[in-house]
């Protein structure tokens, strides 16, 4: 599976203040993983070098380079920002959601399930939704997911009645 170079990692939302700083809604595991990085991009591929940034009732607070009043904060509102792949560094083992859309989703006794094509993020866990013959909706919790080899593309799940 292709991997993208570059990660949807949240939204410019508001202002914060009057200085320039931008209040962006993280789509990432966590603002502190978030704010680790020191550029974002925009879809257009323009960077913006982030001079600083804080964790703040779930969002992060960020100035950035050149955004230096509410004006110029306008033209940025709505947009999405994201990070570059190579700036992330990952633990092992783990992997963007992204990653693995797409994957082939079989059984632990090798059966085919499907294709994973969509993630539900919910307050409880995620659910896979994953296409075949049937669609499964599938709670990406370990009693269900044995493994997952976004490497690979592949996921092995533990289906019940009426999944």
Do not use: C
Not at 81 to 89: C, K, S, Y
Not at 110 to 139: C, D, F, Q, W
């Amino acid at each position: 599976m292709e991997k993208k170079e570059f990660i949807e990692a949240g939204r410019i939302v508001n202002s914060h203040g009057v200085v320039g700083e931008v209040k962006i809604e993280v789509w990432l595991d966590s603002p502190k993983f978030f704010k680790s990085f020191k550029t974002l991009y925009l879809k257009s591929g323009e960077a913006l070098k982030v001079l600083s940034a804080r964790a703040h009732k779930g969002f992060i607070i960020a100035k950035l380079e050149g955004v230096d009043d509410i004006n110029a904060v306008m033209r940025l509102k709505g947009k999405d920002v994201f990070i570059r792949r190579d700036d992330a560094a990952l633990p092992r083992g783990a992997f963007f959601l992204q990653d693995i859309i797409g994957a082939r989703v079989v059984e632990e006794n090798g059966n085919e399930v499907g294709t994973l094509v969509e993630i539900m993020e919910r307050p409880a866990s995620n659910i896979y939704v994953v296409k075949g013959k049937e669609e499964h909706l599938i709670p990406a919790v370990p009693e269900f997911i044995m493994s997952t080899d976004a490497e690979a593309g592949i996921i092995t799940v533990r289906l019940i009645e009426g999944m």
